[in-house]
Antibody, heavy 118, light 112 residues
Framework: QVQLVQSGAEVKKPGASVKVSCKAS????????INWVRQATGQGLEWMGW????????GYAQKFQGRVTMTRNTSISTAYMELSSLRSEDTAVYYC???????????WGQGTLVTVSS | QSALTQPASVSGSPGQSITISCTGT?????????VSWYQQHPGKAPKLMIY???KRPSGVSNRFSGSKSGNTASLTISGLQAEDEADYYC????????????FGGGTKLTVL
């Protein structure tokens, strides 16, 4: 079965960077997009960006342009999302999701809580 | 790219039907049949319930159905059950290859 397993919770100081991993199994990693979605406590879902694991092509929401980088290591079927210049408003649960051109998130990771606090 | 508009909350009694709306614009919902719906229980990851406006993934109850008219998509849940109480989010393709997806603000469904 399809599984997306994310790295554990992180606590970062303002101005730092965080890199969250998402290890895929149960399907061909390079055949589906990886989307990243975040959710602040008590808030809604916010799409951050996508990556094509085959080509490495990416697209980011304008809000995160310049601060987010999505990469992958195909040899270990793992996607990464790095967010820099962290501020308190970035405190949220970050999800990776397997998607396609017709749906951004067929399957979801378990989420990674990133807390930004001085 | 603005978030799609959903009602903050809806409610219904067991056995009833409810509909959640998702209003976008002619640049997203109105132009593409690429609306999806997600169910999220507290503390859990979201789950895909509907994609391409009205298609159900394998394993999703046929009590869940989707439709679209103009710039507004809708999710209908019939035969409401206690386990349906959750947050629901719509999502639409927004016409950009670099920034393709936009979510709605979410709707809290309460089963009375």
């Amino acid at each position: 079965q399809v599984q997306l397993v994310q790295s554990g919770a992180e606590v970062k100081k303002p101005g730092a960077s965080v890199k969250v991993s998402c290890k895929a199994s149960g399907y061909t990693f390079t055949s589906y997009d990886i989307n990243w979605v975040r959710q602040a406590t008590g808030q809604g879902l916010e799409w951050m960006g996508w990556m094509n694991p085959n080509s490495g092509n990416t697209g980011y929401a304008q809000k995160f342009q310049g601060r987010v980088t999505m990469t992958r290591n195909t040899s270990i079927s793992t996607a990464y999302m790095e967010l820099s210049s962290l501020r308190s408003e970035d405190t949220a649960v970050y999800y990776c999701a397997r998607g396609s051109v017709v749906v951004p998130a067929k399957d979801w990771g378990q989420g990674t809580l990133v807390t930004v606090s001085s | 790219q603005s978030a799609l508009t959903q009602p903050a909350s809806v409610s219904g009694s067991p056995g009833q039907s409810i509909t959640i709306s998702c209003t976008g614009t002619s640049s997203d919902v109105g132009s593409y049949n690429l609306v999806s719906w997600y169910q999220q229980h507290p503390g859990k990851a979201p789950k895909l319930m509907i994609y391409e406006v009205s298609k159900r993934p394998s394993g999703v109850s046929n009590r869940f159905s989707g439709s679209k008219s103009g710039n507004t998509a809708s999710l209908t849940i019939s035969g409401l059950q206690a386990e349906d109480e959750a947050d629901y989010y719509c999502c639409s393709y927004a016409g950009s290859s670099t920034s393709p997806w936009v979510f709605g603000g979410g709707t809290k469904l309460t089963v009375l």
